[in-house]
């Protein structure tokens, strides 16, 4: 990939996809995930063209080919253990309008930027398709959860505000994507219209059970056969479970007579708290942020036991992952988590933020003699969901709003 100054000219046959998201982070997971896959897809078509406002320190304009180009954006960067940063004002969307004039613009955070969106485009000459990617269940995730800590009735009036919002955001949007049929359900009790699924997709030749480490597995195991090892690539936040986790190994040594090994592989603000578990606990381990693939994939083959604890989960990327990679899964009781656990019959469900669930399920299937089964169970399921698969259901999508357009 070279920088460069502009783009090929469009083919009067391209589709062009104008694509901004403030998800969007060089250390974040699923989100990232699936735009790379996202660009990955398209670099090579002659029929679509992805353009991605991509949050950066500076401005510039890197040419990939013909049918990809990344706009790199200088955009505010939040404060904290994040590498997150922040696209807000509609006259910098409007200028890439007029740029590639596109005939969709796919929107993939809820907050301010489907507004900003809407407005950027007020009296352009060239009428775009709006359509949004559902990527974070927010009312629930984050209002709801986070009021609740002050108040449960001041969380749940939250919670209903946040819904009253998104369907002001999204008012004149022509479509929502969603990836998990639980959390399209929820949507439209709360008056979400135009939704659409689209399920996303892991490379299954990638993360595969035959990429298992042997000199990894018995560093893991310390001389110890039957010790689990669980792995947890997941941002390091409550909601993914983390002081769930920490709370629940001490008895989880107890209970299963040899302390499993567990490996946090991730970044975020309970980074602190994992750190300490390290220097306490000597099968709890750090790794930090895994940024190739292949090493992730190996991670993944050579444990034993996939946690998705988190209730807010709209697709879990890193959940088929970790089923594609043959892992028993244990998952929270509500969302995409459950959807896949019970769907596959891989593993166990457990209420979130429940430690006392969270270790009987762990010890009753490391006791089940299952094993075996549970993960062939998970690889199977896995398989019937692809990136290729996804992105062509998505084309069909786009043909079919622009089709409306005419």
């Keep these: 990939m070279t920088p460069a100054p502009s783009c090929a000219k ?11 998201n403030n998800f969007w982070s060089p250390s974040g997971g699923g989100v990232r995930r699936y735009h790379l896959e996202r660009m990955a897809f398209f670099k090579g078509r002659d029929d679509f063209r992805i353009i991605f406002l991509m949050q950066d ?3 510039f304009t890197e040419v990939v080919s013909a049918s990809l180009v990344i706009e790199h954006v200088k955009a505010f960067k939040i404060p904290g253990e994040w590498d997150y940063r922040f696209i807000w004002q509609p006259w910098t969307i409007r200028r890439y309008l007029k740029k590639y004039q596109p005939d969709i613009v796919e929107v993939g955070s809820p907050y301010w930027l489907p507004i900003a969106v809407r407005w950027a ?9 709006l359509v949004g990617f559902w990527h974070a269940d927010f009312p629930v995730t984050y209002v709801r959860r986070g009021f609740s800590h002050i108040h449960p009735l001041l969380g749940k009036l939250a919670e209903g505000l946040a819904w009253c919002y998104a369907r002001w955001a999204y008012s004149g949007y022509r479509s929502i994507q969603v990836s998990s049929c639980e959390i399209m359900a929820r949507m ?7 939704l659409h699924w689209i399920p996303l997709g892991v490379d299954v030749d990638l993360f595969h059970p035959s990429k298992r480490d042997q000199v990894l597995i018995q560093d893991l195991k310390a001389g110890e056969p039957g010790r689990l090892t ?7 936040t409550e909601e993914k479970g983390v002081p769930t986790l920490l709370e629940a190994y ?20 309970y980074k602190p708290e994992v750190l300490e578990a390290a220097k306490h606990w000597p099968h709890i381990r750090y790794i930090g942020f895994v940024k190739g693939s292949e090493e992730m994939a190996k991670w993944y083959a050579s444990t034993e036991l996939g946690l998705a604890l988190s209730a807010w989960e709209t697709f879990g990327l890193s959940i088929l992952e970790s089923m594609a990679s043959g892992q028993v899964l244990i998952g929270a009781n509500e969302g995409a988590a459950k959807e896949h656990v019970e769907t596959s019959k891989c593993g166990a469900v457990v209420p979130p933020g429940n430690a006392k669930a969270l270790v009987e399920a762990i010890v009753q299937i490391a006791s089940s003699g299952m094993a075996v089964e549970l993960s062939a169970r998970a690889r199977a399921y896995a398989e019937s969901f692809t990136w290729s698969a996804c992105f062509e259901r998505q084309i069909k999508h786009y043909k079919n709003i622009l089709g409306e357009n005419k």
Excluded: Q, W, Y
Excluded at 230 to 236: C, K, Q, Y
């Design 10 to 20: 469009k083919s009067e046959l391209m589709i062009t996809i104008l694509d901004c």
């Design 57 to 59: 320190s500076s401005t």
């Design 121 to 129: 485009t007020l009296g352009l000459s060239k009428k775009c398709a």
């Design 188 to 194: 439209m009790k709360r008056g979400l219209v135009r």
């Design 230 to 236: 669980i792995f947890f690539p997941h941002r390091l």
């Design 250 to 269: 001490p008895e989880l040594c107890s209970r299963l007579g040899c302390e499993p090994a567990v490996v946090f592989a991730s970044v975020g603000p």
